[in-house]
């Protein structure tokens, strides 16, 4: 692995803590959830030998403190945040392609269809656009109540009541420079389970998108909604190692499977 390089960029509202390793093409890895930049730690160093991999914590997560309250629009001040990020470490007019999980897919894709001509490729691995599902008013209720239930009872009970978007099982345990489960349950885990993204815009960018799953999460309801995304915009759901953070649990293999999607042939930007 290359030397790792970490610096800190003032957005407003907030500072954005970042990491930098390898050279090479650059390649955004956005976390979702209560994650930051420890989660892609070994999958960062696996696709270091290629790329040049960049990794941070979104605004109000860990290292990247806010200057004030956490914002009304999570979506657009976290496509804000990214793409000032990307400003401040790309080259001019550098293609470039973007990894993100969970919420952080979310992120990837609202990034895309705001800077179409910016974006190579997008992986969008696990979205929680639930609002995109049959049973969507459904799932809307479940998270209004997990929401509730950390109101009335705290982080843990509400963390064993969300297990069920999990296939019943506890959310998998990851790395963290810092627990974010508060903040994650106060500010993150409503507005992005709440966002449905603009499926006729992605479809004009349609041609750099991949959407993806994890094998082990097949069965979960946070599997359903990118199977839902790959049908409507005719493009084929690729499938990764593992579940749900099968990047940060079996990051050699994730690694492989995302290089030979990097490597493939892909659009021009003209």
Request: with cysteine; net charge negative; charged share 20%.
């Amino acid at each position: 692995m290359d030397t790792l390089q970490s610096g800190t960029l003032t957005v407003p509202g907030a500072r954005l803590y970042f990491e930098v390793r390898g050279t090479g093409p650059l390649l955004l890895l956005i976390p979702g959830g209560a994650s930051d930049a420890e989660v892609f730690r070994d999958l960062a160093d696996e696709l270091a030998a290629h790329h040049r991999v960049v990794t941070y914590d979104p605004r109000g997560i860990s290292r990247s403190l806010l200057d004030g309250p956490p914002p009304e629009s999570w979506l657009d001040t976290q496509a804000d945040d990214a793409a000032r990020l990307l400003d401040h470490l790309a080259t001019a007019d550098e293609p470039l392609r973007v990894f993100g999980s969970c919420s952080g897919a979310l992120i990837a894709l609202a990034l895309t269809v705001r800077h179409p001509q910016r974006f190579r490729l997008v992986v969008a691995h696990e979205p929680p656009a639930m609002g995109l599902l049959p049973d969507a008013a459904q799932h809307s209720a479940f998270f209004d109540e997990v929401h509730a239930t950390f109101r009335r009872e705290g982080v843990p009970a509400a963390l064993d009541k969300l297990r069920a978007v999990f296939g019943g099982r506890p959310a998998p345990p990851l790395p963290e420079a810092t627990d974010n489960s508060e903040f994650f349950l106060s500010h993150v885990m409503l507005p992005s389970t709440r966002c449905v993204p603009d499926v006729n815009a992605l479809a004009a960018v349609a041609d750099r998108l991949v959407m993806a799953g994890g094998q082990g999460s097949r069965t979960h309801d946070v599997h359903r909604p990118a199977a839902v995304l790959a049908n409507r915009l005719g493009r084929e759901l690729a499938e990764f190692p593992g579940g749900h953070a099968g990047y940060a649990r079996h990051p050699a293999p994730f690694a492989a499977q995302l290089e030979a999607i990097l490597a493939a042939p892909q659009p021009s930007l003209g």
